[in-house]
């Protein structure tokens, strides 16, 4: 194992029934005056936030409601969540729903603690927080993970920039989990969510470094993602697979599926302008690109492609180039057989691009020239331009 320092706090609270919990974690953890943040009509129209509010209420809790929390959660709506969380003088955040509506709380959370700072100087990287208030999720997507990571993502719709925050306040206090919550989900958002939970590993998996338990461990939780995933999109009420799914999303972001490695992200990066610029789903976009990217980069080190495909995709074989292809391959065939775009043509919300739609996404991955992305290899503008250009068909 190489060097790592590992802290993963919060609480999980599993299984039939866990939203029953959720007043007795709040208050566990301090909380009296709780602002609701969420998504859609969904968990309206499930009942789901009326029990809450009632489970809330009768515990002696005073709660407020903040509703419309985007697909890819916005820097403007969060910015308002701040307000009305100041305004009712929130002490504790509850996100309801996937990894919008948490993110969204996280937001909100830092927001409300910082009173005097614009939230997005806390994305743009120019400031550090270093207080926000108590944080709590219930998981109703098994996708993002943000439920038990220290990650959030916003997008800045005034200048097209989509960012992610990684620090340890983002971290929930706990997240309440019951499968059952999944099951009203279509199926394209669970193919989504499939393919968001198997990319938070790979892009942890695809690193410079070996490490065999923590490798061992991801290529575990890849089978299983891909095992469940294939019965989820078929039947969202098998409650074995959505219950598989729901544990492996949160333990594909919590960070200990990159222990000991320095972890890539470069799809994430690719995907990010996809999904700030096309507004299309998130996993969607990061399947779009993938193999574009892995076709890109394998050859730095195809061993560790090889390894991939004999250890989650079963393959067989002695050539290391063979093998590694081949592993590209069943990804990129996966992908589409649970319905999601492999290429920027099978992306609805993309469409083929001119080659000027496509120097931009690069020059806007990049960071108009300001950074590389990548670990496993290390991609400059240019190489972003080739990864875009390949995946434009």
Not at 288 to 299: E, F, H, I, P, R
Request: net charge negative; with cysteine.
């Amino acid at each position: 194992m190489q060097k790592f320092t590992y802290h993963s706090p919060t609480e999980i609270i599993f299984g039939r029934g866990a939203e029953e919990k959720t007043a007795e974690a709040i208050q566990n953890y301090g909380g009296h005056r709780v602002l609701l943040v969420y998504g859609g009509g969904s968990v309206v129209r499930s009942g789901l936030l009326e029990r809450l509010t009632t489970n809330l209420t009768a515990a002696g809790l005073t709660c407020e409601h903040f509703g419309g929390a985007k697909a890819n959660p916005t820097l403007e709506h969060a910015r308002e969540g701040v307000r009305r969380s100041i305004a009712f003088e929130a002490d504790f955040i509850l996100g309801v729903g996937g990894g919008s509506a948490i993110d969204t709380a996280k937001a909100i959370a830092l927001g409300t603690a910082n009173p005097d700072t614009d939230i997005w100087a806390f994305w743009s990287r120019q400031q550090t927080p270093t207080r926000d208030l108590p944080i709590g999720a219930v998981l109703t997507i098994s996708a993002a993970g943000s439920e038990s990571s220290d990650s959030a993502v916003l997008t800045n719709t005034e200048t097209g920039q989509k960012r992610g925050l990684s620090t340890f306040l983002n971290r929930p206090k706990f997240a309440i989990m019951n499968p059952e919550l999944t099951y009203s989900l279509p199926t394209y958002q669970i193919a989504c969510g499939v393919t968001d939970i198997m990319m938070h590993t790979l892009d942890r998996y695809f690193n410079p470094l070996d490490n065999e338990l923590t490798d061992s461990i991801a290529e575990a939780l890849l089978r299983t993602v891909i095992a469940n995933g294939r019965i989820a999109v078929r039947d969202s009420h098998d409650y074995e697979a959505m219950s598989e799914l729901m544990w492996a999303g949160s333990l594909s972001h919590n960070g200990l599926t990159g222990l000991g490695g320095i972890s890539d992200f470069a799809v994430h990066q690719l995907g990010h302008e996809l999904s700030a610029m096309f507004d299309t789903a998130h996993g969607a976009s990061l399947a779009t690109v993938w193999d574009s990217w892995a076709l890109a980069v394998y050859q730095k080190k195809p061993s560790r492609f090889a390894r991939y495909a004999q250890n989650v995709w079963r393959l067989e074989g002695t050539d290391t180039e063979t093998l590694a292809l081949a592993g590209i391959q069943a990804t990129k065939d996966y992908f589409a057989s649970i319905g999601m775009p492999t290429g920027f043509a099978e992306n609805h919300d993309v469409g083929i691009q001119e080659d000027s739609v496509l120097r931009d996404l690069a020059y806007r991955c990049s960071w108009q020239r300001s950074r590389v992305i990548g670990s496993f290899k290390r991609l400059d503008e240019t190489d972003i331009y080739e990864i875009y250009r390949a995946a434009n068909h």
